[in-house]
């Protein structure tokens, strides 16, 4: 230091390798998501087994069958990943044939998911007479399931705008970005009907003692 | 810092749009739908979708850039300062943490126990001559944790106590090292007159702070208490504490030593080799 | 540096704009600088608004009996008073400053998502006027209900329809929830510019600290407000399509709602805290002509608090009867948060010593922010431990010690960076005069309302009561505080003064008037649309520096 010379060269700026902002800001969105979720499934748990009156989820939710119906209608929510995951490798390969394909078959898995929502919603609202305010267990499954409905809702809309500007023609591999962070979106609504199906249908449908 | 020249296309910017305040305001419209009629919430889903049409075509495909308005106010370059910096200290640099020498911790400790050793005894003699007893002061000290000892007559606290032995002590003990070695660290920071800061003004001040609050800490004591006795068992605490700590040599603090040897690397030369950098 | 480039476009307009395309300029921004400041003068805004409900307050509150509110008007004036002041005051003007400085400090050219940051300003403000037409629109069944009365904690089951009749509670629900998306929105913003637009050269240890602190706020912000909106949307759901959730009749939990709203509410005042430290750790470096104190600690104590912070959330809630494990954990993580705090305090202090400080306004809050908010901290410790929890809570001690830390500290801070960086934004300085009487006046005022609190709280008087009895002893430090709100009501008038007088007759600032080292000072005041006409690339924290020192620069030591 003491025989510093008047002027100093700084050392060269390396630059840096960044995530883009589009993934960061995905990934802080989903984070607000998970905590959003978090606090319904909290709300869930701390409620199960404390309904003081009936019908109770075992009596509705049917022990040994319904969930089978579930397992079944998630499978066709859970598989859509894949082909979501198979369309976005399409479309960085520069195959846009195959990324519409395995889009829309995404798009129809999603919908019929929703419709085997909407069939399960029917069987508890009419023939078993459970709704929000009949019940805690109403209360605290129209929301979390619903909530995580109206995300695959939400979700179901941008997939199908993007399959139709895709059938226009106005998406191109180089839209990939774009398109990829509206797959990280649909595989946290996968993801998050994993943790829902668990505290649903497993723990809170436990037989009672 | 130097500057960059962007690249040659010119400086673009984000194109204004209504789009945001469209969307945010049919949001906010739907939901106050939910509390007044359902035309508003109608009104609001329209309002807002809109938004979003223009939105998503204000940034699809790419974003709608303009290149910025031009200007003829450009910022004044920086200039060197004449004349360098001020040093904090002459020889160390800007950068120094003060203070750059300290008491080593190690005489904060022996200090405060010095301290506290010549305390209790001045204070023991206190209890002899007003009343007659070595135990009395032990007991009034040992009074702040053992909660039976603030309703006790003056001759019970006169009597020896084994747990008001022991409790007295304690408190003692930890007391002292406890302010020692926070004078230890405070009087390197006073510029002048330390022996006055750790003699006078801060028992002074200790004083001022356990009358306010004696009653609630340690009613055995606050019954009994003499205050000037008190006052001066904390100024020959501070005056011997004070006096050691003072009177011991200072070291300098890590802050100048190279790396290797704070992580305490002894190698002959090490230094020598790292000063090379 | 090389030969400037002007920038290419459409040559500047001349003559006076018209009104209406000004406004039309304001609406349809997407410049961070303008939105910003719209954020700032909404808050300070509302910072008079929430201001004068708490005046009516006090003169309520000022000798026993008075009559000047009704109680039901006294408990929507506290409510309102509350929720103004940390959604619609302390949000929008730390999210505004941050809107300004975050880009200009890291180099950047605006934030990462500018309509996105737009709409979130959007949200905030709309949701702020749903908020306040509840005056008007409350009106419910039965005439009941005007402005939400349920305590800005909206404690269930007081908020559930057998005891909010009408729709107060539901405007307080809608107005939050649509702002606290705004603010999520503009969290992820954030936390996308810091990490991905920073200049070159610019490392993340090479960040201006305001920067670093600002990330870990908006970390907060996306982690603490989804569960208030989750929270929100299950009361909503309550009064609106008869759910259960917080309704004991049903098997509900009111102890829910608390810990839905705490989980949200404790990292909420550490949101609001924060960027009150980033602005004195920016201020006091330069105002003491040191470099700041132990830089990387200061990011480990950030990042600490940022930790701690979403665990600590039942100690507001020690006295409805947790499990003495409960307690006891919480009061252990609670007295935790005090050791990142206090390592930051000691290195503002270590900043300061030894220094050559000068005084001017934007110090002098500086340091009253670091007297005052020491005092809140330390009536926080006492208040975490839970004997002493138990018997000064829901009291006047509580008051006290949250307007120590939240206005002591946070608005101290504020007034802080107000005047730091005033001229950056509008070309103008403030009144130094006027900000030395002000910051005296509001001084001795905000100790003298909020410090006799303390005492009327340990007397035993509890919080939103609307009046009390000459017998208890309260009078006299109830006096106290009113007379205290006399004497800030001048200071703020003293302040929007100054501000309104600045903005035209102020001294014209140039580009470095404090002689600063981030980057923010090596542009314009105000900064052009485009903020540099060069991408700067920096080599060490103080880029400034090492431009005026280029003998003793700073990048041969980091």
Redesign the interface.
């Known amino acids: 230091m003491t025989t510093a010379p008047a002027m100093l060269a700084p050392p060269e700026a390396v630059p840096q390798d960044r995530m883009s902002n589009g993934k960061i800001g995905v990934t802080c969105m989903i984070i607000s998501e998970i905590a959003f979720f978090g606090t319904i499934i909290a709300a869930y748990l701390f409620y199960i087994g404390r309904d003081i009156n009936g019908p109770y989820p075992q009596d509705v939710l049917e022990v040994s069958v319904a969930p089978l119906k579930v397992l079944f209608n998630s499978i066709f929510l859970l598989i859509s990943s894949v082909w979501i995951w198979l369309a976005i490798r399409s479309m960085r390969a520069g195959r846009m044939g195959a990324f519409i394909f395995w889009w829309a078959l995404t798009v129809i898995c999603g919908a019929v998911f929703l419709v085997g929502t909407g069939f399960e919603w029917y069987g508890m609202i009419v023939d078993d007479g459970v709704w929000m305010g009949t019940n805690l267990f109403g209360t605290c499954f129209y929301t979390l399931v619903g909530f995580h409905a109206f995300h695959v809702t939400m979700g179901l809309i941008v997939l199908t705008l993007i399959l139709v500007l895709a059938l226009l023609g106005h998406v191109s591999p180089r839209n990939i970005e774009k398109v990829d962070l509206v797959s990280w979106y649909w595989h946290f609504v996968d993801g998050i009907w994993i943790v829902v199906f668990f505290v649903v249908y497993v723990f809170g449908n436990q037989p009672i003692q | 810092?130097?500057?960059?020249?962007?690249d040659e296309h010119?400086?673009e910017?984000?194109?204004?749009?209504?789009?945001?305040?469209f969307?945010?305001?049919g949001?906010?419209l739907m939901?106050?739908g939910?509390?007044?009629n359902w035309v508003v919430a109608a009104v609001g889903f329209i309002t807002m979708m809109c938004g979003i049409v223009i939105?998503f075509r204000?940034?699809?495909?790419d974003s709608r850039e303009?290149?910025?308005?031009?200007?003829?106010?450009?910022?004044?370059?920086?200039?060197?300062?004449e004349g360098?910096?001020?040093h904090?200290l002459s020889d160390a640099?800007?950068?120094?943490?003060?203070p750059m020498e300290i008491h080593p911790y190690s005489a904060g400790i022996i200090g405060g126990i010095l301290g506290g050793a010549v305390m209790s005894g001045f204070a023991v003699v206190w209890g002899l001559i007003s009343h007659g007893s070595l135990w009395y002061t032990v007991n009034l000290l040992a009074g702040a944790m053992l909660s039976g000892y603030a309703d006790m007559t003056t001759e019970a606290l006169c009597a020896f106590r084994t747990e008001g032995l022991i409790v007295g002590i304690l408190i003692q003990v930890v007391m002292s090292i406890g302010v020692g070695l926070l004078y230890g660290v405070t009087l390197p920071?006073i510029p002048r007159m330390r022996l006055f800061f750790s003699a006078i003004l801060v028992p002074l001040m200790w004083s001022g702070l356990t009358w306010a609050s004696i009653s609630i800490v340690n009613p055995a004591l606050g019954d009994h208490i003499e205050w000037i006795w008190f006052i001066a068992s904390q100024v020959v605490y501070g005056v011997v504490t004070g006096w050691w700590i003072i009177r011991s040599e200072k070291i300098g603090t890590m802050q100048n030593w190279h790396y290797l040897e704070r992580i305490g690397v002894e190698t002959p030369g090490a230094r020598e080799m790292g000063a090379d950098e | 540096m090389s030969v400037l480039q002007k920038p290419a476009g459409p040559p500047a307009a001349t003559g006076p704009v018209p009104f209406l395309s000004r406004m039309h300029e304001w609406v349809t921004t997407v410049d961070h600088k303008k939105l910003g400041t719209m954020y700032v003068t909404c808050g300070i805004v509302y910072l008079i608004i929430a201001g004068l409900e708490a005046t009516m307050m006090r003169w309520q509150l000022a000798w026993p009996g008075q009559e000047v509110l009704s109680p039901e008007e006294f408990n929507r004036l506290f409510t309102m008073h509350g929720t103004t002041m940390v959604f619609f005051v302390g949000m929008p003007i730390l999210l505004g400053a941050a809107n300004v400085l975050i880009p200009l400090m890291i180099g950047a050219r605006d934030l990462a998502f500018p309509r996105l940051n737009a709409f979130g300003f959007w949200l905030f403000f709309f949701g702020s006027l749903l908020l306040y037409f509840s005056y008007f629109g409350g009106q419910g069944l039965y005439g009941m209900g005007s402005a939400p009365d349920v305590g800005w904690f909206a404690y269930a089951p007081l908020t559930e329809r057998t005891f909010s009749r009408g729709h107060s509670t539901d405007y307080w629900i809608l107005g939050i929830f649509v702002a606290g998306i705004g603010s999520t929105a503009t969290g992820i913003n954030f936390i996308a510019t810091i990490l991905g637009m920073r200049c070159k050269g610019m490392t993340l240890m090479k960040m201006p600290l305001l920067a670093w602190i600002m990330l870990i706020d908006s970390v907060l912000i996306v982690v603490a407000l989804p569960p208030l909106a989750a929270g929100q949307i299950m009361l909503l759901f309550d009064r609106l399509l008869g759910a259960h959730f917080f309704d004991a009749q049903a098997g509900g939990s009111a102890l829910l709602w608390q810990n839905i709203f705490w989980f949200f509410g404790h990292p909420e005042v550490y949101i609001l805290i924060l960027p009150g430290f980033a602005f004195v750790t920016e201020i006091i470096p330069v105002f003491s002509r040191k470099v700041i104190f132990g830089y990387p600690l200061m990011v480990a104590a950030t990042v600490a608090i940022g930790f701690i912070s979403v665990g600590v959330w039942a100690h507001h809630m020690f006295a409805v009867g947790l499990s003495p494990m409960l307690n006891a954990i919480f009061m252990g993580s609670t007295m935790l948060v005090g050791v990142p705090t206090g390592i930051k305090m000691f290195n503002w202090v270590a900043t300061m010593i030894g220094g050559k400080i000068r005084f001017e306004t934007p110090m002098l809050y500086s340091t009253g922010f670091l007297c005052q908010f020491l005092l809140g901290g330390l009536t926080g410790i006492f208040l975490a431990t839970v004997p002493f929890d138990w018997q000064v809570s829901d009291s006047y001690f509580v008051v006290g010690h949250f307007h120590y830390v939240l206005f002591g500290g946070l608005v101290f801070a504020i007034f802080a960076a107000v005047y730091y960086w005033f001229p950056k934004v509008t070309g103008r300085l403030l009144n130094e005069r006027l900000g030395k009487w002000q910051f005296w006046l509001l001084l001795i005022g905000f100790n003298l309302t909020f410090g006799p609190m303390h005492v009327s709280g340990m007397l035993g008087m509890p919080r939103r009561i609307y009046t009390y009895h000459l017998d208890r002893g309260w009078e006299f430090w109830n006096l106290l505080s009113s007379i205290g709100v006399i004497i800030q009501l001048v200071g703020f008038s003293l302040f929007a003064w100054n501000v309104l007088h600045s903005l035209f007759k102020g001294r014209i600032a140039g580009d470095d008037p404090w002689d600063a080292w981030t980057l923010e000072w090596s542009t314009t005041s105000p900064p052009p649309a485009h903020n540099f006409d060069e991408d700067p690339v920096v080599h060490s924290r103080r880029p400034l520096w090492d431009l005026k020192h280029p003998d003793d620069p700073d990048w041969k030591y980091e």
Not at chain 2, 13 to 21: D, E, G, R
Not at chain 2, 66 to 81: F, G, I, L, Q, W
Not at chain 2, 93 to 98: E, L, N, Q, T, V
């Open positions: 810092m130097s500057t960059q020249p962007h010119g400086i910017l984000p194109q204004p749009t209504s789009a945001p305040m969307t945010a305001f949001f906010t939901a106050a939910l509390v007044t939105w204000n940034s699809n495909p303009m290149p910025a308005p031009a200007t003829d106010r450009h910022p004044t370059p920086v200039v060197p300062k360098g910096v001020d904090l640099g800007h950068r120094a943490r003060i920071l």
